[in-house]
């Protein structure tokens, strides 16, 4: 009787074994572009909710802090209680970048921004410090004490397409231009024959501006990411979640 039961059901077994591999293509393709294996948009958004009292008073300081010429402020957070906010609010590091003054796309404030980088005023006054976007890191166990940068213990993983991956919050002094599904950063000053800027005849110089690639969602690995690429989702009007890929 086994036997005949095996030979019923060879066809459906054969059926069975070529099916397996549309099946498995699937899978292969859906971990290799889609799945994401990093902590989800609604899990760090109810942290940033439950928290955000934590973040803006980690922001405040971290931008008030004093950065006296020639003086290391890398200790900034052993200052008081910060420590405790960044254990609260589960924060690893603070860390600025760019500059984002007041009418941030005004062709003034970029030729004002232009000199103060090239007369050195922004070391000597803090100004990436005051003015730059913040990348918020979080942490995956609690901040302990001690300065150590290349401890890795934030959200990162590994993909197969991407190489490492990781999501991080991120603040912008000024609210950012979102047009088109594009974050626009601020203007910034280049040669006028720099490729795709635009030359203002008036102010007599030629601009340039980087676009980011914004999603109502980055639960999953978005389309034609490219290597480096840094793409967001907005929280609030200058709160963001980012997510960068380092491949």
Not at 26 to 48: H, Q
Not at 120 to 142: D, E, M
Not at 213 to 236: D, T
Request: with cysteine; hydrophobic share 35%.
């Amino acid at each position: 009787m086994g036997s005949s039961i095996r030979a019923h059901m060879e066809p459906y077994l054969k059926y069975l074994k070529w099916l397996w591999l549309p099946i498995g293509a699937v899978v292969f393709y859906y971990y290799l572009w889609k799945w994401n294996p990093l902590p989800s948009d609604e899990a760090m958004i109810r942290n940033f909710k439950d928290h955000r009292a934590d973040f803006v008073e980690v922001v405040q300081r971290y931008r008030e802090y004093p950065r006296p010429p020639g003086k290391s402020s890398a200790f900034w957070y052993k200052e008081g209680n910060t420590l405790e906010l960044f254990n609260r609010a589960g924060i690893d590091s603070v860390d600025a970048y760019g500059c984002w003054l007041p009418e941030p796309y005004s062709v003034e404030t970029a030729i004002w921004l232009h000199n103060a980088l090239l007369s050195g005023f922004s070391a000597r006054s803090g100004l990436v410090y005051k003015c730059g976007a913040l990348r918020i890191r979080p942490a995956t166990t609690p901040r302990i004490d001690h300065p150590d940068q290349s401890d890795d213990r934030s959200d990162r993983r590994n993909t197969l397409l991407f190489g490492v991956i990781w999501k991080d919050y991120y603040f912008f002094p000024e609210v950012p231009r979102i047009e088109n599904g594009k974050l626009l950063s601020p203007l910034s000053i280049v040669g006028k024959g720099f490729p795709g800027a635009q030359f203002h005849e008036k102010a007599g110089v030629a601009t340039t501006q980087d676009k980011h690639r914004v999603f109502p969602s980055l639960n999953r690995l978005p389309s034609h990411w490219k290597s480096f690429e840094c793409v967001y989702r907005q929280i609030e009007p200058q709160w963001f979640i980012r997510m960068c890929n380092g491949h």
